[in-house]
T-cell receptor, first 116, second 114 residues
Framework: AQTVTQSQPEMSVQEAETVTLSCTYD???????LFWYKQPPSRQMILVIR??????QNATENRFSVNFQKAAKSFSLKISDSQLGDAAMYFC?????????????FGKGTKLTVNP | GAGVSQTPSNKVTEKGKYVELRCDPI?????LYWYRQSLGQGPEFLIY????????DSGLPNDRFFAVRPEGSVSTLKIQRTERGDSAVYLC????????????FGPGTRLTVT
């Protein structure tokens, strides 16, 4: 079974600075998808960024980018120019690309605080 | 357009009671998912529907949990003989197509069993 580990329960960053959230995963599959979701206090999960494992190029979405290291099974999220609205829980998630299971497997999350 | 909606937003029930949680997916989305998020944890998969049928129910913890989606749209998660350990936020998500369709989440139902 696949597992996702987020080793940082909490992180903090100064407004306008850069922060990196860590994620590692364990799988025997070669084809899969990785995601970062943001969950504000409203509870609604919002997709931040997605990476297909077959793509070597790291995904980027505005101020959000990832460092995908397939051999190391590492998938970190970098947030540049942090804003107060970035404060939330961040979850790393894995989904198999092989047939059958569409479920997301989530890590335990990292609580990000942005200080003004 | 409208996102995924879930009702009720909060539900308090007594141990041993029966509860139903409702999910209205985004119109036209064929895939629907239920997850459970306990305090301080990430969401855990419960069940996945493709159309009206449950394509994967491997995450349902026991036979007290059951979900239906009779017309391929609205889904109801049903919990019998609730236990205090069932207290959690129950999240629903929908997706427009088979992979790699993005899963769009609703705001969840917070269930508290006293």
């Amino acid at each position: 079974a696949q597992t996702v580990t987020q080793s940082q329960p909490e992180m903090s960053v100064q407004e306008a600075e850069t922060v990196t959230l860590s994620c590692t995963y364990d799988t025997s599959e070669s084809d899969y998808y990785l995601f970062w979701y943001k969950q504000p206090p409203s509870r609604q999960m919002i997709l931040v960024i997605r990476q297909e494992a077959y793509k070597q190029q790291n995904a980027t979405e505005n101020r959000f980018s990832v460092n995908f290291q397939k051999a190391a099974k590492s998938f970190s999220l970098k947030i540049s120019d942090s804003q107060l609205g970035d404060a939330a829980m961040y979850f790393c998630a894995y989904r198999s690309a092989t047939g059958g299971s569409e479920k997301l497997v989530f890590g335990k999350g990292t609580k990000l605080t942005v200080n003004p | 357009g409208a996102g995924v909606s879930q009702t009720p937003s909060n539900k308090v029930t007594e141990k041993g009671k029966y509860v139903e949680l409702r999910c209205d997916p985004i119109s036209g989305h064929t895939a629907l998912y239920w997850y459970r998020q306990s305090l301080g944890q990430g969401p855990e998969f419960l069940i996945y529907f493709q159309g009206t049928g449950a394509a994967d129910d491997s995450g349902l913890p026991n036979d007290r949990f059951f979900a239906v989606r009779p017309e391929g749209s609205v889904s109801t998660l049903k919990i019998q003989r609730t236990e205090r350990g069932d207290s959690a936020v129950y999240l629903c998500a929908s997706s427009p197509q088979p992979p790699p369709g993005e899963q769009y989440f609703g705001p969840g139902t917070r269930l508290t069993v006293t």
